[in-house]
């Protein structure tokens, strides 16, 4: 049984940083993709990164130059940091990971499996 659990999420400032993790269990497939994404309270699900088997990476528009995605194999774990962080990144954010179709992408329906979710909050 595939699980992810999210950790790192908390309250800070704007202009602070924050790394979030996602540790993956159970998951044995050579190929995939795992993302990143987020929630606001009555906003849609939003692909803030992802990144690929191969290491190939993508981002968001909103988060391009301020977030960076990387895993570490070793330890099944996956990362975001987030610095420069403003008042409209906060939300609920969730890690992904799904097969995989040959790229990094932010769909949310390329994904098959999710973890609950770590909240971010910042003041301004």
């Known amino acids: 049984q595939v699980q992810l659990v999210e950790s790192g999420g908390g309250s800070v400032q704007a202009g602070g940083s924050l790394r979030l993790s996602c540790r993956v269990f159970g998951y044995t497939g050579s190929n995939y993709c795992m993302g990143w994404f987020r929630q606001a309270p009555g906003k849609k699900r939003e692909g803030v990164a992802a990144i690929d088997s191969d290491g190939l990476t993508t981002y968001g528009d909103s988060v391009k130059g301020r977030f960076t995605i990387s895993q570490d194999n070793a330890k099944n774990t996956l990362y975001l940091q987030m610095n420069s962080l403003k008042s409209e990144d906060t939300a609920m954010y969730f890690c992904?990971?799904?097969w995989g179709n040959g790229q990094p992408n932010l769909n949310s329906y390329e994904y098959q499996y999710w973890g609950q979710g770590t909240q971010v909050t910042i003041s301004s």
């Open positions: 992904a990971i799904g």
